[in-house]
């Protein structure tokens, strides 16, 4: 999991700016996935890739925008329509798709952390 | 969709006690259930899982268990140690796919904050 790396490790964004989110892998998953963490809860799914030039929805993706033009490479985009962005955010990857394979493990990355300002 | 429940949400032992997380899941075609840890401000990290072809797990200190028919799963650790302070995290996914042709993806549980006293 040492291989997943997100940046920047804090970033603050003024209401009505969108930032983006950088999540770089290198090894060699096809899968790669954005959590987010609210304080004292659970992980929540934003967005998914399976596969490059590729990605789903998950459970709150609604003011936030992804990309797969490369495997390894998912970056998020918070957007100005996510009214409550503050929170701590993990990239994550697994090898497969969990389709194929039953219980790909998921290797996370170090987080970052948002906070509207 | 899967719903899974995790229970205490604060756990408090003593230093060389046991402590036991359980879970929950709703859907009966889940198949692998991993338990994370995560420590203040530090990314989750996997400390064992079970698939469901298995009742029971072990890993020295660390022991999952699980019940199919009951569609329980616990986390055991034995003899505590300070370093065990954390927040432990179950999850649990089903093999296949969606109606809308994606993976079934992990649903996590909303972490047991365990804290070991010395």
């Known amino acids: 999991d040492g291989g997943i790396t997100q940046s920047p490790k804090y970033l603050f964004r003024k209401e009505g700016q969108n930032v983006t989110l950088s999540c770089e892998q290198n090894l060699n998953h096809d899968a790669m996935y954005w959590y987010r963490q609210d304080p004292g809860q659970g992980l929540r799914l934003i967005y998914y890739s399976q596969i490059v030039n590729d990605f789903q929805k998950g459970d709150i993706a609604e003011g936030y925008s992804v990309s797969r033009e490369k495997k390894e490479s998912f970056p998020l985009t918070v957007t100005s329509a996510q009214k409550n962005p503050t929170a701590f955010y993990l990239c994550?990857?697994?090898?497969?798709?969990?389709?194929?394979?039953?219980?790909?493990?998921?290797?996370f990355g170090e987080g970052s952390w948002l906070t509207v300002v | 969709g899967e719903n899974v429940e995790q229970h205490p949400s604060t756990l408090s032992v003593q230093e060389g006690d046991s402590a036991v997380i359980k879970c929950t899941y709703s859907?009966?075609?889940?198949?692998?259930f991993p338990w994370y840890k995560q420590e203040l401000g530090k990314r989750p990290q996997l400390i064992i899982d079970?698939?469901?072809?298995?009742g029971e797990k072990k890993d020295q200190r660390i022991a999952v268990t699980l019940n199919k028919t009951a569609k329980h799963f616990s986390l055991h650790i034995t003899e505590t140690q300070p370093e065990d302070s954390a927040v432990y995290f179950c999850?649990?996914?089903?093999?296949?796919?969606?109606?809308?042709?994606?993976?079934?993806?992990?649903?996590f549980g909303s972490g047991t904050q365990l804290t070991v006293l010395p």
């Open positions: 859907d009966s075609a889940s198949n692998y």
């Open positions: 079970i698939r469901s072809n298995v």
């Open positions: 994550a990857s697994s090898p497969g798709t969990g389709s194929q394979i039953s219980g790909n493990t998921i290797y």
């Open positions: 999850a649990a996914r089903a093999r296949g796919f969606l109606s809308s042709g994606s993976a079934r993806q992990l649903t």
